[in-house]
């Protein structure tokens, strides 16, 4: 997809802030690290390299972002003469601008912000199938009938503040929320319906869906589940009757096997409780077949665990660089598969993004004047 040896800057908007890395990939996709951009100066970064042929990634928090996608067919009135790129850009930002009226509300409920402060960024077509043909772009065709989808992403108005020196800066930008790159990374290994499950250390749990169903009205899906590792943790406070700390230093102990047979029966008791309780909540939130695992801390769980339909997975931090041949150099090469992907995972979505950078460009500038 890329040249010798091409440029990236990564941007990772957070809820505690932006996090950036800069890095270079060859041919032979080699990562070298360059720099992180601790001091925040992005204007003046991309003023000394706009010269240069560098890529923005913008990753958004998922507390900071939201994703819909909405199936369309495109009617042409005459299959005479070949799609012009105009004709196609038309109809893409009336639907967009027809789906932002519509998801605004649900979206600022969702990130639990004002109707107002709900930004829409970026609008994406992908899938596109031309008379029934599934082809890359439609441009140039003679069909009748278009299909595809459509995907948007909002955020909010002071994360989009963040983005827009990246936004503007006059370099190609490739926008995405960072738990859909994770997600999109395993459907780069071959994995068609594919479901992650994330637990977060404030406590809540996720459920990222990725089903690409032509009768599907909703591809991909974010839901959150109605069980987190806090109920566990509870379940030991009120048992011992003591705090979080002194429960979690207990279990965190009972991982290293240095607990007394009697309280390691009580902890892995409950946590079978807790653990029913989890594949009730998941059939609930929808999932189903295989689920892939993303915690911040160890679970006491024997993946892969199966119960009714739902199989959970050992998240593959290290294979997916490894089949998909990626190596490092620099300060990436001394982090842990895990670290690495958590900063890389919004590159890999990038690198093999096969959209129309003309039509998502050319969107892009037509929506954004629905900010207001």
Known sequence: MFGTREKFLILNIEPAGPRTVVFGVGEDKNIRFQKNLDDWNIPKFFKDISR?????????????????????????????????????????????????????????DE????????????????????????????IGHKSKEI????ELLFTTRDAFDLMQPTIYSGNPVFMTLHDKSELMSLKKMGMEKISLLEFSEEGGARLLKFDLDKKNDMPASRKSVAWSPSRFFTRLEELWNVDRKTAMSIYFLYLKDEVSPKLKAQIEKI??????????????????????????????LTLPARQKGITLLEFPFGDIFDRLGFTFEGKLSELSPREAFAQLSPFVECYYDSSDPQVSHSLRRRIHWLIG
């Open 52 to 108: 240069k042929n560098m890529t923005a990634v913008v990753s958004l928090h998922p507390a900071l972002g939201a994703v819909r996608i909405v199936p369309f067919k495109f009617v042409r009135q005459t299959q005479s003469a070949p799609l012009e790129h105009t004709e196609l850009e038309n109809f893409l930002a009336q639907l967009s601008q027809k789906a932002f009226l519509e998801f605004r509300a649900d979206v600022a």
């Open 147 to 150: 299909h595809g989808f459509l």
């Open 271 to 300: 946590w079978n409780k807790e653990t029913s309780t989890l594949f009730s909540a998941l059939r609930q939130a929808g999932a189903r077949g295989e689920v892939y695992v993303k915690t911040w801390m160890p679970l006491p």
């Open 111 to 138: 990130l639990g912000i004002d109707e107002l402060d709900a930004i829409l960024v970026e609008s994406k077509p992908f899938a596109y199938r031309a008379d029934g043909s599934s082809v890359s772009s439609p």
